[in-house]
Structure formats: C-alpha cells, structure tokens
C-alpha cells in the first residue's frame, strides 16, 4: 500500500515538472513550485517558505534574477498591505501608530529598491 502511495506522488511531481518545463518556466520558479507542492504531499506547509527563504539567503537578490525579484515584490507589497491595515486599526496606541508608520516607510522603501533592481 505504502508504494502505490508513494508512486502516486511521485507521478505528481514528475507530470507538475513536466508542465512547469514545457510552460517555459523559470528554474527558480520550477524549484520553488516542486517545493510547495512535496509541502503539500508531505503534509509540510512550510516547506514552500523555508525553501523559498534559503534561495533568498544563498543567493539573494545578487542576481537580479527577475522571478526572484518579482517574488520578493510580492511578499513585501503584501506585508505592507497588512500593515497598511494595522494603521488604520484605532484600536492601537499612538506610540504604536508611529511604530507601525515606521514599518510603513520602510516596506515602501524595500519595495522602491526592489523595483529599481527589478528596471536594472
């Protein structure tokens, strides 16, 4: 039983490498797609980001890779989309509006870096 379990996934990853390859895909992008989806076979959600956070720390944004760069832009204009709402939440104090408005200031900051590295 257990290897037609295991057959199973490993068919599912060989045809998702497959699609990711014939669609012409990045190789970070196919990397980053195998990672989610062994998470998701394992059960490991976390998976995905732990892998994705090594390739960020090994190569980092050096290469100007535009998938790698694309992907940080998302992952940072979505922080700041969280912390955008916490702003606006009344319920923190003063002294926190200025903290959260720091973080503001400075996702803005990343996210204008990431694009001129983006337009390089």
Known sequence: MADRKFYGAAQEVRVKLNDLILA??????????????????????????TTREQI????????KDKFIL?????EV???????SAAYE?????????????YALEAHKKEIA???CLKND
């Not at 960020?56 to 290469?63: D, E, K, P, Q, S």
């Not at 939440?89 to 408005?101: A, K, L, S």
């Open 70 to 74: 694309e992907d940080e832009l998302a």
């Open 89 to 101: 939440n009344p319920d923190f104090t003063e002294e926190e509006h200025i903290r959260i408005g």
């Open 113 to 115: 870096r990431l694009e």
């Open 24 to 49: 012409g895909k990045e190789p970070l992008e196919i990397v980053l797609e195998l990672a989610k989806l062994l998470g998701e076979i394992s059960g490991e959600d976390s998976y995905y980001q």
């Open 77 to 83: 204009r979505a922080r700041l989309e969280k912390i």
């Open 56 to 63: 960020l720390a090994t190569y980092g944004l050096v290469f």
